[in-house]
């Protein structure tokens, strides 16, 4: 990984140090108690050919290890494939530029230190310093720590003149401290990895992948399945029936027209009771003349009921105020228990649903299970949430559109924001927001985490444990009962 490099480095003039060795990029104040435990961070990450996720990890436990005062000013970066990893603290600031634009960061908006996977093409980083000046074109960077304001690395252009195999620390002012590149332990050459790969366990070439894999999840489908008659929408089902006058639906062969469609008053509704008193009727005998209460004032016109199309509960129930819950389509158990339709059993009594017999209605969905974190707090899924170090300031929160939920971390491997837990209908999907060392999920079932990809929602299963940095846990549940 660090031998990608950023292409040609120039340093800012300034008063800080800055710092480039083995693909990866380091300015902090010079005055700073933490600068020489981050320049060893600089010098080890880069000896054992870790790459800019591993730095940044690094940088956050040496800035967590030195919190009794102010944030350290300081800012690292290193290439991750072909985006960058990047971390700020104190008044530094970065700034990585790509086709679509340009990402600022700034330690001064976090309570702590800001961190960030930035996906590629990147074509220039820029770490600064308060007061850094703006480069020389004619100087260029190879390697060490010398006084400095800041860095640029531009990775569209490559350097053309080879590094120095042993520069002299005479060449560097005698005030820098220099480390010499040569001595720097270089990586193999980069693999590339499987599109999970497993946690915890050395890269390896292309090819089949080896060990226990992930079981699929099934996903259960809103269409029945082949040995059930696929659903026929309201207006072509027969005539209303209870389930004892009616055991089995009845569908007409194809050569035959379907019955003409009932009109609109004739249409069963949950509000009415069925005309008559369970026999046919029979038209009133001319004889008998008009019945005995036609003198007292008749009830109000009613008109069609407005839930001819979704067949469901009573009006009554429909209107009531549920709040900011939102409504999704779902079905009734023998029970009343509203449940997601694609789902063989009963959420809440455990009984199975008949999907033959069910009809789909609008209704306010239900809390889909909880979050367990594994120091014992319960986010409860009704809404969505935004998990991070500092998720307060997040723009999710200020928003409106999720729940904060500060998760921290000793090891400072938590990002201020990092994941997004997002309910899409009976779905809990999670969505890492390019968070520096990343999400992992472990499927029910499966020994194995896998690493989600940034940016894009992930669908779990109940049951399923999710690993937020490297220390910290949390668990899906789903039982409502």
Known sequence: MTGQGFGVVRPLPGNGLVAYAGGLLL????????????????????????????????????????????PATCAVAGRVGEGVAVLVSGSAAAT???????????????????????????????????????????????????????????????????????????????????????????PPAPVERPPYPLADQPPVVPGPPSGPQPAPVEQPSYLPSQDQPPYVPPQDQPPYHTPQEQPAPFFPPPQEQPPPLPEPQQFPSYDEPPPGNGVADQPMPQHLGPPDHFDQPAPPLLGPPDHFDHPGPPPQEQQQDHGDRPLVYGVDCKNDHFNDPRSPYCAVCGIALVQRTLVPYKGPRPSLGVLILDDGTALPLESDYLLGRDPERAPEVAGGTARPAKVTSPDGSVSRRHLRVALDGWDVNLVDLGSVNGTQIQPPGDPNFYDIPPNEPVTIAPGTTVRVGVSRTLRFEAHRG
């Open 96 to 186: 990585i530029g790509t086709p679509g634009g340009e990402t600022r960061l700034a330690g001064s908006d976090s309570l702590t230190w800001a961190d960030r996977l930035v996906t590629g093409p990147v074509e220039r980083v820029e770490l600064s310093l308060p007061g850094a000046g703006t480069p020389h074109p004619a100087v260029r960077f190879d390697g060490g720590v010398v006084h400095g304001g800041g860095l640029v690395g531009d990775l569209t252009e490559q350097s053309s003149a080879p590094a120095p195999s042993r520069p002299l620390t005479s060449e560097m002012p005698a005030t820098a401290f220099h480390l010499e590149a040569d001595l720097v332990q270089q």
């Open 27 to 70: 300015v902090c104040d010079a005055g700073e108690a933490a600068a020489d435990d981050l320049l060893d961070a600089l010098r080890e990450t880069a000896a054992s050919g870790g790459d800019g996720r591993a730095l940044a990890r690094r940088a956050a436990q040496v800035l967590a290890a030195n919190m009794a005062g102010d």
